[in-house]
Every structure is written in C-alpha cells, then in structure tokens.
C-alpha cells in the first residue's frame, strides 16, 4: 500500500534548482507544499474554515512565518533557548507574503484562512522569505480555496547598470557599505501583473527602478508556470463557494443614502467629514427593515456606497473629496530644533497628518545585537514608528509595536539608509523616533521627511535630504483610471493602490507598493513614478525651509573620536582579562570600545576624557622612533647603568657611560630613582632592547646638544 502521494516538480532557476514537493507532510492540511531553491526550504501549510462566522463582516486571513534556527543548526539564544515571539524580520515577511495574496481571493469570501511558512532548512545564500511567498502561493493553489492566483515572487539586485536575479544574502546584507550594490528589490505578481514591490535603492533614476520591477516580473513567469505544473497533478477541487448576491440591498442602500454621502465627502475637514459620513450611514440603517440591517452584507453594501461616491468623482471630474487636484500636494509645514534637550527633532506637517520625529545619538555600546538564521551582527541606525489612538482621534488599547507599526518604521528605515554617512566617517548609532501626533494619509512618509530633518537637526552629515509621498489609483471597470498625489486616508482604504516613493533629488531611495486589484500595467506604474518625483521634489523644497542655516552638532550628544591601530596591538590595550582597557576606561572616564579591524571609538561628553584616553591608547601602541628626544623618569639604577621609562610603559637602559661626558664611578652619583630626564633613542641591540642617551641632550632644556657640545672633556 501506497503511504504517500508525492508530487514533486523542479526547474532550473537563475543559479540554483527550484523544486516543489507536496504529498508526503501534513497531509491533514488543506495544502502543503515545501520549496527549496538551492539548500533552503521552506514549508507552506494553508488551511480555511469551510464556513463563514455568522456576523463576519471582512475577511480574516491570516499568515505566519517562522524562522527555525535548527534550519541554520543554530541553538536559539536566550534563557530558554528556543523559538520566541516573532522577531523583526519574520513580522516583515508575514506582511511580505501576505500583501499579494489577500487582494487575490474571491471577493465576498470571509471564511477564516491560516497561512504558515516555516523555514525547515537554510544554506546562508538563499533568503527564505522570497522562497516562502512562493511555497504560500502553491499550497493555496492546491488548497481548493478560492484563490485567483498563482503569485510568483523573486529578489532583484542591479550592479553596473546590469539587474542580477535572486542575489546571494551576502550581497544583500548591509547594502550601503557595498557602493557598487544598489539595489534590493523584492516583487510579486500573477501571469498579467505586479501585485506587490518592497525595496531598498540607493538613488536609482524612475527608469532604473521601472526596468527592475519589469525584469522581475518576467523573471517570475516560469515560476507560476511550475506551480501550475504541479496544481494540474495535485490540486484538490475548488471548494464550492458563491458570492452572496446583495445587489438588492445596495439599490435600497444607494437610493436611501447616495445624496447624504456625497454631500458628506464634499466636506473637506477629515473631523467634519468622518461625522457626516457617521451620520448619513445612520440615516442610512434607519431607512431599512430590520431584516436588511441584520443582513451581513450591510457593511458591504454602506462600503460599496462610499466607495461609489467618492471614486466616481476622481475618475469622471478629477475632484478629490478635499478639492485637491489629482497631482497636488497638501499644504505642509516643516520645523527643526523643537525639543531643547535632544539631540535632534523636528516635527513634520503635511495636511492633517503630522509626525514628531527625534534623533538620539549614541556610542557603539548602544548598537542593537541582531540574532538572525545568518548569524549575531550589529546595527548602529534603527527607526521605531509609534502610532497612538489619539493621531486619529480614537481611544484604543496601547501596547507594543504591531504589525503595521514595525512595517511601516522599516519602510521610512528603508528610505533613509541610502544617504547615511559611512561609519567610519560618523562613528555614532544613530536611532530615529517617529511619534505619529496626526494622521489623514501617508505618515510613513512624513517619518521619512520627519526623519532627515531631526538627523540633519543633530548634525548628521547626511549625503541628502530624503523625501516621500503616498500614491494612489482609482481604476474603473472600464479601464479609465487617476493617479492621485499624497494620498488620503479615505482614498487609501477605497482606492486600489498604495504607492510609496522615498527618495531625494537625484533618485529613489524606496518603493513599496501594494494593490487592492488583480494588479496594475506598466504604464499605470510609469505615470505614477513619473507624478511621485514631482511630489517629491516639491516636498524637498518646502522641506529646505526648515533647514536655513548650518546645522550644528547637538551640545547633549556624547562626543566620538576614532583612532586606528594596528590590528597586532588589540591585545595590549586589553590587557589580560581586559585589565588594561579597564585601567584606561576608569582613569580617562571615557568609554573605549575596540572592533576586529583595530577600529577603536572613543565616546565622551568630556572632550578631554577622549584625550586621555587617545594618549594612553597611543602610548601602548605606538613605536618610539630612533633618533628622537623623549622625557623619561628613573626607575631603577644598577652597576653598569639606569633604567628609564620614557614611552608610556616602555623602558630602557641609559648605560653609564652614556649618562653625562666623563667617568662615572656609580649611576647613583648623578641620579636618584624617580628623577625626570632627557634622553635620546640610540637604537636597539641585537636581542631587541633598547638603548638609550642622556649626555648629548640639554637635561634642563630637553634639546639635543651640538657634537662639540658631547665630545668627552
């Protein structure tokens, strides 16, 4: 007896063998499917509810992936050494995988669905979360559900004016030390079109970055041809699921309520409108029987309505419901130095969303420790987005970080990477804070303009000022369509597209985009990159107002200063157990903190602190040079001469017939332990020690003496 219906197909992908496999584990699941590219697996497992909740009025999907570090045959840290609560990176790639696929299920299902990803093996080339979106989009093909896919997905690099398919992680990691790596572009998308793009560029012309979203989109098209492949063999049949017909209910919706609605979308106030909108949904439910408001497809239907309204009027008049035109920005307002004690702020006003956003500056003791499947590493700019109830005029439960908060803050961390200055130029960590105070639209983009304010408000010497805008896309059945600048939070929740351009002057530091439909063409995409850089410039310029003089150093942040040594004296400034570096810590009251490469920053808000500290480190390091004049102090007399320390911790002998131009019968006939000289470096012997002279230096004026001046009496 067969145990296992195993299906397995493979393709040659790039560089490395795609295979996907299903029949054989969790075979009670709805769909499971394992893809690995290269030594990296990741296992897909799709389950849904094969009934809608009574009273469910959305659809509840949700999507988990998980790094296990058995897959890199790692032994999580921590107390209890397993698994935790997710960290940044699988919450990322749960939204990553999520984004394309919900817009692809049948519109009106609401049955629960649950996506798990679990990484199972890991090669340290191949990132799995690219390999995960393209495991989830298998295992719901052959779920039954009704999923309009298959997304494919891929990584895109673009080194030398050439695009690069599924780059190694290595290239990947820490893009803005690698010049010649500009891009990292992650997309997804079905047979026809883009359905999502997440990326991080550095300065890549509208071209660049339409060319690389266009490669990859070809680049996917034999994946969905192979998920396909394998549906053809295993998929289960389609599960028997019909929209439920409520056209009745939204011409009774329509006919009680289009006049009210629209009268409500004419007010441009968000407080006024968001009322009005209350209001006439009230109207609205009064008009009806009560077995039309019990009905689950009243909010639907009400949704059908203000998205009706408030559509029709972009695409047909090119009216947007606060009387903007399609390409203009909202008023914005920009000011720096806000907050006297940090280090930098400034607070960001676009319309009706605004952004508090304060730079802190740190030592490398403030580094976040990252535990990744790659390894431990060090990050020295992090960006925490906050957004309270109150910045829409709520109340809500306040707790930490969710989901969108952590997306949106790696968005904004995303555009500012590209214009930070190199390490070894800014030796600081660098953490940024956008606390949301409003928001009608687009507030990860005013974290990123908030952000390069407070960083250039503290004096980071950023390479440029970094911008952003939100576009959207209102798109009618018949094909006509609007590309609307600086979106609002009405016409995000009832567009089709959010369009999230970063970037500065010269080029696109971050894109992300997410669609609501089956996907856009790239002549919708052109016009929208086309009409974000105008955005975006007009932004810089007000932005520009903020920043009137030169911006100077914050007095409350902690100074740096580095100093190179070779990497063969790391050791002596430890010391044994790190005795040494302690001594120079407690003695200078500096902090000194020493990399692999002989890199050492030394941090303090006492100028000098950092001095004494340089001095101690460059007397342990340094080599003294023959020839050359230094102060010394006896530290110990003996028959045939006197020992000197003369460089930091470095002694030498002063032989007795070199301390003054005659006969000594005893050192102890001119000098006395503790006694400060002159002496000049001779050179060294043969075994390495160092020989020393006193009778050719001026001992009260520590000048070396002219040759008539040392010959013997």
């Given at each position: ?18 295979t996907l ?47 296990k ?18 960290t ?9 995988i ?26 340290g ?17 052959i ?11 891929c ?43 997440e ?21 996917i ?17 389609p ?10 209910l939204?011409?009774t ?37 009560e077995?039309q408001?019990?009905?689950?497809n ?29 390409d ?18 400034a ?10 956003v304060?730079t ?8 976040q ?16 987005y ?15 970080p ?19 200055p ?8 660098i953490r ?17 303009c ?9 004096g980071?010497?950023?390479?440029a ?7 959207g ?26 369009f999230k ?12 985009m997410?669609?609501k ?16 850089k ?7 310029g007000?932005?520009s107002?903020?920043l ?14 580095t100093?190179?040594i ?18 120079i ?36 390091v ?12 006896v530290v110990?007399?003996?028959?045939f001469?006197?020992?000197?320390n ?28 503790g ?19 006193m ?5 009260a004026?520590?000048q ?10």
């Amino acid at each position: 007896m067969m145990m296992f219906n195993e299906v397995k197909k493979s393709m040659q992908w790039g560089e490395e063998t795609l295979t996907l496999e299903t029949g054989k584990v969790a075979r009670q699941a709805d769909g499971s499917v394992i893809a690995t590219l290269g030594e990296t697996s990741v296992m897909a497992n799709v389950t849904f509810a094969k009934s809608q909740k009574p009273g469910q009025d959305f659809f509840p999907l949700t999507v988990h992936y998980q790094e296990k570090y058995y897959a890199a045959g790692k032994v999580p840290g921590g107390f209890f050494k397993r698994e935790a609560r997710p960290t940044e990176k699988e919450t990322l790639t749960s939204r990553l995988i999520d984004r394309p696929i919900r817009p692809l299920f049948v519109p009106g299902f609401k049955n629960e669905v649950l996506v798990m990803c679990t990484v199972l093996s890991f090669d340290g080339v191949n990132d799995p979360d690219m390999i995960a979106m393209i495991a989830a989009s298998a295992a719901l093909t052959i779920s039954g559900a009704p999923f309009m896919g298959p997304i494919g997905a891929c990584r895109v690099g673009f080194v030398d004016g050439e695009y690069i398919l599924n780059p190694e992680i290595d290239d990947m990691h820490n893009l803005r030390t690698k010049p010649e790596q500009r891009l990292d572009l992650v997309v997804a998308g079905t047979k026809d079109a883009v359905m999502m793009v997440e990326s991080e560029a550095y300065e890549l012309t509208e071209e660049e970055m339409l060319g690389a979203v266009t490669f990859a989109h070809a680049q996917i098209q034999p994946v969905i041809d192979l998920i396909i492949d394998l549906a053809e063999d295993c998929a289960k049949e389609p599960f028997d699921f019909q929209p439920e017909d409520y056209s009745e209910l939204y011409a009774t919706v329509k006919s009680a309520g289009e006049d009210k609605m629209r009268a409500a979308y004419a007010i441009t106030d968000k407080q006024e409108r968001t009322g009005a909108v209350s209001a006439a949904k009230a109207d609205i439910i009064a008009a009806l029987t009560e077995d039309q408001r019990a009905d689950t497809n009243l909010g639907p239907a009400l949704k059908k309505l203000e998205s009706a309204v408030l559509r029709g009027d972009v695409v047909k008049h090119g009216r947007r419901i606060d009387g903007r035109a399609l390409d203009q920005i909202r008023p914005i307002v920009s000011e720096t130095g806000i907050l006297p004690r940090t280090h930098g702020s400034a607070l960001f006003t676009r319309g009706e969303t605004q952004g508090l956003v304060v730079t802190t500056l740190g030592t490398g003791d403030d580094e976040q420790m990252i535990d990744a499947l790659t390894g431990m590493y060090k990050s020295n700019f992090m960006l925490h987005y906050n957004f309270p109830p109150y910045s829409v005029g709520e109340v809500g439960r306040v707790s930490g970080p969710g989901r969108r908060e952590i997306g949106h803050g790696k968005l904004a961390w995303r555009a500012l990477q590209a214009v930070l200055p190199a390490p070894t130029d800014f030796p600081y960590t660098i953490r940024i804070v956008s606390e949301i105070t409003e928001s009608n639209g687009s507030s990860s983009m005013a974290s990123v303009c908030g952000g390069s304010l407070s960083m250039m408000d503290a004096g980071v010497p950023l390479k440029a000022a970094v911008a952003g805008v939100a576009m959207g896309l209102v798109m009618e059945d018949d094909g006509s369509y609007a590309v609307l600048s600086d979106i609002l939070g009405d016409e995000d929740h009832l567009g089709d597209m959010d369009f999230k351009v970063a970037g500065t002057e010269n080029g696109i530091t971050s894109l992300q985009m997410d669609i609501k439909i089956a996907g856009i063409t790239p002549e919708i995409m052109k016009k929208a990159l086309e009409q974000a850089k105008a955005g975006r410039l007009h932004i810089l310029g007000e932005m520009s107002k903020a920043l009137t003089g030169a911006q100077e150093f914050s007095v409350h942040a902690p100074k740096i200063e580095t100093m190179q040594i070779p990497v063969d004296k790391i050791r002596e400034v430890i010391g044994s157990g790190g005795k040494v570096i302690r001594e120079i810590v407690e003695t200078s009251g500096a902090k000194v903190d020493i990399n692999d490469d002989g890199v050492i920053k030394l941090a303090s808000n006492d100028a000098e602190a950092i001095k004494r500290a340089y001095d101690m480190i460059y007397s342990i390091v340094a080599e003294p040079e023959e020839g050359k004049v230094y102060k010394g102090t006896v530290v110990k007399l003996v028959d045939f001469g006197a020992f000197v320390n003369f460089f930091g911790k470095r002694d030498g002998l002063v032989h007795v017939s070199q301390i003054e131009n005659k006969r000594l019968n005893h050192p102890s006939d001119v000098l006395k332990e503790g006694q400060d000289v002159w002496v000049k470096l001779l050179g060294f012997d043969d075994r390495g020690k160092v020989r020393l002279a006193m009778k050719m230096v001026d001992q009260a004026t520590g000048q070396e003496l002219a040759k008539e001046e040392t010959a013997e009496e």
